[in-house]
């Protein structure tokens, strides 16, 4: 008699490594995006502050569009219109462009905030110290603004990386497309999303561990 | 020495210095008095170009605070300022908030920074709080951290914008036995100050503003007992 044809098979421990590997590609595309994010954002928040009336009427409304639209439109219109301007990027290179862009847009107002939390008697004080205008911005308005806007920071960062599950969309497999994957495969769907929910409080928990240990400290 | 000549000031409509000159020689302790208002602390702003004026000159030594080929953050440097409110550096300690600005302004090494903050910190006596965060610190300590900071610029003129203003009444005192001591060393100082006391003690002159006009100069005696104008004996009626 035939052996019947065999479609799905059960997970599988070495199921577990491909889980892993694909946790290993989320923290990356969210580690980058997030940092280049957060500096493209800064500068936003910085301008956005300085800029005043020039930068609400340009910057600002810019930066809502990104706020406002889902990031899975921005991904699928990303990709699939970049090559008409001649940019062929890959999965990956899509993804950590609009991630960084999202961050960037969240991260501008959190930093103006914090450019705005330090205040104007304080960086009187500080200029007339004799620190010029670079001075102060990096050695009173970033330590003091950024403590103050750092849980806000973390939330944002938070936000990103499980959103960076949306890029699975685009055929970058990460922890979310890993998954379905293996879902398709083992069609053991609870088990499955269960052990990718395990993967990213692994990745998350560390990090607003490591979060409050810090704003502990600070507050001395 | 400090020279103002006509000096004018507006906040958009608003004309809070009208024609204000003044000479403060080196050495020299003044005190400026007056009610809210009265453009005395504008005033301050103005010698160390935190305030933009509209006319007139501030000179410093001989050099325009206000010229456009002013290097003005070095000239801050000869100027310590002390603010109403104290702005200590939160996220530094004592020590480290009076280091700062020696270290990056002033191009000196950690260690030296270190050594001149340390100083500072023990003439204004808090010896003992070197490496204490401001939040541990009273508003008079904190007060006197931020002259130990505008000192360990090593400043030629001091000026103080009401130093004892936002503090609890009790610790006043030594807020203003820190000035005292400062003009004992012969800092030349400008003192916008409420504290009758210190004017009268301390200040080889005192000015009194009113509504933006230098309306009487003299030594604290002519001022405080003789005073030529009926707006500055109404003020001094009623502070007392």
Redesign the interface.
Known sequence: MEPTLKFFSGFAPNDLWFMGDAALRTLWISVLSISLGTVLGTLFGWMLYEGRRAATLTLAPVLDVFRSVPLIIQLVLFYNFAPIVGLNLDPFASGTVILTVYTAALVANVARGGIEAVGAPMRRAARSLGMSYWQDLRHVVLPIGGRAVFPSWVGVALGVMKDSALVSVLGYVELLKASQILITRTQEPFLILALAGAFYFALSYPVSRYATHLENRWAQ | MISIRDLHKYFGALHVLKGIDLDVQKGEVLSVIGASGSGKSTLLYCI?G?EMIQDGAVTVDGIDVHAKGTDI??L??K???V?Q?W?S???LTALENVA??PR???GKSKAEAREIAAKQLQHVGLGEKLNV?P?ALSGGQQQRL?IA??LA?EPEYMLFDEATSALDPELVGEVLDTMRLLADEGMTMICVTHEMGFARDVSDRVAFFHQGVMEEIGPPAQIFGDARSEHTRKFLANVR
Request: charge should be positive; proline fraction near 4%; glycine fraction near 4%.
């Open positions: 160390n935190l953050n070095k801050r440097q100027l310590g300022m603010f409110q702005n550096f939160p996220h700062l600005a990056i302004v002033k965060y939040s931020a900071r505008a610029m």
